[in-house]
């Protein structure tokens, strides 16, 4: 196991697996609908951001926006196979913005959906949901039964 696939391993594990599995968990979803959920708005953010001088990148955008709707409806459910590689790419390109911000740069648009996408990868790489843990009762409701 390379240094980089253990570094995806963790970063799955303890930044992106927690809050996609309460996000899996609060909407009722599965985390391969989740997966394709955030891919479609990655590609409605894309098209909010886009430059509108080229037409043909234009209507590929919208028909990428129609393609990722109709993918998240009807094959929400799907197991979907996600690739090491595309997440290790958006991973040094988040790594690229985190450094010109903080070196007095503004934040683009790229990075916040390169956030969305990692997300939306790392959604693909969990293997089961774990149910929600059901709450105590108040202690007003067991004495009350007693």
Sequence with gaps: ????????AWLGKTLFHPPIILACQLTRQTQY?????????????ATVYLERDD???VAFMWF?????????TVYADWPVITVRAFRL??????IGQATVTL?????????????????AEYAATIKTIPPRRK?????????ARA
Excluded: P, Q, Y
């Design 103 to 119: 070196l007095g740069g503004e934040l683009l648009a790229s990075s916040i959906r390169s956030v969305i996408i990692l997300f």
């Design 135 to 143: 709450r105590d009762r108040r202690a007003s409701a067991k004495e």
């Design 33 to 45: 609908a989740m997966h394709r959920a955030l891919w479609f708005f990655a590609a409605c953010h």
């Design 1 to 8: 196991m390379t240094i980089l696939s253990r570094l995806d």
């Design 89 to 94: 790419f958006w991973f040094f390109l988040l």
């Design 55 to 57: 037409w043909l990148w």
């Design 64 to 72: 990428f926006v129609v393609i990722t709707l109709l993918n998240a």
